[in-house]
């Protein structure tokens, strides 16, 4: 291993940065573990809706290793994935574990496993898969921490991506918010001119009337501006902050 293949939090914060997706990214710690470990093929494994799928790979026998588990329901990658701890295979042959997957590992060529989890005991939980021809390539401590850090930079990733598209999420609420309120002030105006009262009394009347047809309160006002005017009612024009 040389200087360039030294892979410390900073440069893989900064692939973070640079890369345009969550995927993208993932790609850029599959490709580095490729070059970093004994491996030859390396995939990344995640859950979605309760079911694993490799998301990206680098080398060979990955994705057809991968899917194999995925079939059996069982094999490291699955275990690593759903106990949260790192799952090594010395050698697949003799290997007790999983049913027939040792065996056909083997007969692929792959003799030896490392899986470590990404994001474990979360709703987003994956693993790191890599796959290597002779037996014994992760058994030391050494082969193990060379490529820890990209397993934890996954979660970190996973972390963030999950966290911007809360934010979104939240974004979006809060624009039907606003809009639903603007409709509901234009009806409450409405109201008040027609029955000359307060703001407070024509927004109790309105919600009156909405309980009693058992119809969304935005949408009997709108239904109301709309009968009024013979348009729809106006909506905010809401802008993305640059």
């Known amino acids: ?102 065996g056909y590992a083997a007969a692929c060529g792959v003799r030896s496993s490392l899986s470590l989890p990404i994001a474990g005991h979360t709703h987003t939980a994956g693993a790191l898969n890599l796959y290597a021809g002779p037996p014994g390539a992760f058994e030391s401590e050494a082969d193990r921490s060379a490529v820890r850090p990209l397993a934890a930079q996954a979660t970190g990733g996973i972390a963030l991506a999950q966290r911007i598209a809360d934010v979104r999420e939240f974004a979006d609420q809060m624009q039907t918010a606003m809009r639903s309120r603007s409709v509901i002030d234009q009806a409450i105006g409405v109201v008040m001119g027609q029955n000359r009262c307060t703001a407070e009394a024509a927004f109790n009347i309105l919600r009156s009337a909405s309980q009693h047809r058992n119809v969304k309160l935005r949408d009997l006002c709108a239904e109301l501006i709309t009968g009024l005017t013979g348009e729809p009612p106006t909506e905010p024009e809401l802008r993305h902050r640059p």
């Open 1 to 102: 291993m040389n200087a360039d293949d030294v892979y410390d939090d900073n440069r893989i914060t900064q692939w973070l940065l640079d890369t345009d997706s969550l995927e993208d990214f993932l790609q850029t710690l599959a490709d580095a573990a490729l070059k970093l470990s004994h491996a030859v093929g390396v995939g990344v494994t995640l859950e979605r809706d309760g079911r694993p799928l490799t998301v990206v790979n680098a080398g060979v026998a990955a994705p057809e290793l991968d899917e194999k588990q995925y079939g059996l329901d069982d094999g490291p990658c699955l275990q690593s994935l759903r106990t949260g701890e790192e799952v090594v295979v010395g050698d697949m042959i003799g290997e007790s574990r999983w049913g027939e997957y040792p």
